[in-house]
């Protein structure tokens, strides 16, 4: 009962820059992300309309979300905390955007300075004004298979964070392995309780590959009916205020792994490798991937 498509949503220009020390300069991001426009993805998430100081790799938001050329069909995201970064990506013309918080409070109060009851009222008027505004609304929800600060969070306290941001109208949630400790166990335990309450196509899976569970917890994921993944070429990638956050899993790996089960994404593996080649060839260091790896030894 595996789909017969995924949907992947390349974080990459996000997640993955957000946490490289190397600051690549707007043009080249520009040029990176009108490539991944090439591949036959249908989502990238461009950047993020955070503060500068907390994120500086993605201080030129504004000037990347700008400056791509948008290719029709493609839905081009960006992550928002608050009116103020969405008063920014609105005015970049961003076709869905992101609000993010965490199920574990400690790891909320880390990466964005507030309590979690402080942080609804706010994004409820990101929602609200974002969905009024003609926008599709994404809901992340980081540390839901366990938090760097607190351990452990229970499935209740998960469903509590996302039941809240669905009232408030996001029309997809994507749910958040911050720091990648889940086990293809807990993710079958887990979904085995989300499927009863939310419908399946309103779940996506945010799997970093820190242990390197990644893939197989995709794979238990694909047996609950979902069909959607985020993921990072080339395995970029981390959470700054998530210490020993590595990579999302690897877009090319992914794309590799269903292509080869017979599940159709509607990317070309070789321009894939092509806009990895560019990236590896601004961070000035190999990428993490196996793909890249079998790609850098030929
Ligand atoms: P704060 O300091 O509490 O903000 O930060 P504030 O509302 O008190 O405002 C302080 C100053 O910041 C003001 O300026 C605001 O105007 C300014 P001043 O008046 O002092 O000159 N400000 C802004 N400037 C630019 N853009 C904005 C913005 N907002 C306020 N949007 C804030 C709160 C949320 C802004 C801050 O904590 C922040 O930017 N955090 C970002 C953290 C982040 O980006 N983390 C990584 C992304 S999440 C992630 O990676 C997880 C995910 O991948 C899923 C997973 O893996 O689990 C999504
Ligand atoms: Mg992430």
Same mark, same amino acid.
């Given at each position: 009962?595996?789909?017969?498509?995924?949907?992947?949503?390349?974080?990459?220009?996000?997640?993955?820059?957000?946490?490289?020390?190397?600051?690549?300069?707007?043009?080249?991001?520009?040029?990176?992300?009108?490539?991944?426009?090439?591949?036959?993805?249908?989502?990238?998430?461009?950047?993020?309309?955070?503060?500068?100081?907390?994120?500086?790799?993605?201080?030129?938001?504004?000037?990347?979300?700008?400056?791509?050329?948008?290719?029709? @069909?493609? &839905?081009?995201?960006?992550?928002? /905390?608050? %009116?103020?970064? #969405?008063?920014?990506?609105? $005015?970049?013309?961003?076709? =869905?955007?992101?609000?993010?918080?965490?199920?574990?409070?400690?790891?909320?109060?880390?990466?964005?300075?507030?309590?979690?009851?402080?942080?609804?009222?706010?994004?409820?008027?990101?929602?609200?004004?974002?969905?009024?505004?003609?926008?599709?609304?994404?809901?992340?929800?980081?540390?839901?298979?366990?938090?760097?600060?607190?351990?452990?969070?229970?499935?209740?306290?998960?469903?509590?964070?996302?039941?809240?941001?669905?009232?408030?109208?996001?029309?997809?949630?994507?749910? @958040?392995? &911050?720091?990648?400790?889940?086990? /293809?166990? %807990?993710?079958? #335990?887990?979904?085995?309780? $989300?499927?009863?309450?939310? =419908?399946?196509?309103?779940?996506?899976?945010?799997?970093?590959?820190?242990?390197?569970?990644?893939?197989?917890?995709?794979?238990?994921?694909?047996?609950?009916?979902?069909?959607?993944?985020?993921?990072?070429?080339?395995?970029?990638?981390?959470?700054?205020?998530?210490?020993?956050?590595?990579?999302?899993?690897?877009?090319?790996?992914?794309?590799?792994?269903?292509?080869?089960?017979?599940?159709?994404?509607?990317?070309?593996?070789?321009?894939?490798?092509?806009?990895?080649?560019?990236?590896?060839?601004?961070?000035?260091?190999?990428?993490?991937?196996?793909?890249?790896?079998?790609?850098? $030894?030929?």
């Amino acid at each position: 009962n595996w789909p017969e498509k995924v949907t992947i949503k390349e974080v990459g220009p996000r997640d993955g820059l957000q946490n490289e020390k190397v600051i690549i300069p707007a043009q080249s991001k520009m040029e990176w992300i009108d490539q991944l426009s090439d591949t036959g993805l249908s989502y990238i998430e461009v950047t993020s309309f955070v503060h500068p100081k907390w994120i500086p790799q993605l201080s030129d938001a504004a000037l990347v979300a700008k400056g791509i050329k948008r290719k029709p @069909g493609i &839905t081009y995201a960006a992550l928002v /905390p608050n %009116q103020r970064g #969405l008063e920014s990506a609105l $005015a970049a013309n961003i076709d =869905d955007i992101s609000v993010f918080m965490s199920s574990s409070e400690t790891h909320n109060l880390k990466n964005i300075n507030k309590s979690i009851s402080d942080t609804f009222p706010i994004l409820k008027d990101v929602i609200r004004t974002a969905a009024n505004s003609g926008k599709t609304v994404r809901g992340y929800v980081s540390t839901v298979f366990g938090c760097p600060y607190e351990g452990e969070v229970s499935t209740d306290q998960v469903f509590r964070v996302c039941d809240q941001l669905f009232e408030y109208g996001i029309d997809e949630v994507s749910l @958040g392995d &911050t720091i990648g400790v889940a086990s /293809p166990r %807990q993710v079958a #335990l887990f979904l085995e309780q $989300a499927v009863k309450r939310y =419908d399946m196509s309103q779940i996506a899976l945010h799997f970093h590959d820190t242990r390197g569970m990644a893939l197989a917890n995709i794979l238990e994921s694909l047996n609950y009916g979902i069909d959607t993944f985020d993921s990072s070429l080339g395995g970029l990638g981390g959470c700054p205020y998530a210490p020993g956050a590595s990579g999302n899993v690897a877009t090319d790996d992914l794309v590799h792994m269903l292509h080869k089960m017979g599940i159709h994404t509607g990317i070309n593996p070789e321009k894939l490798m092509k806009a990895a080649a560019m990236v590896q060839s601004f961070l000035e260091k190999p990428l993490p991937s196996h793909q890249m790896a079998v790609n850098n $030894a030929q």
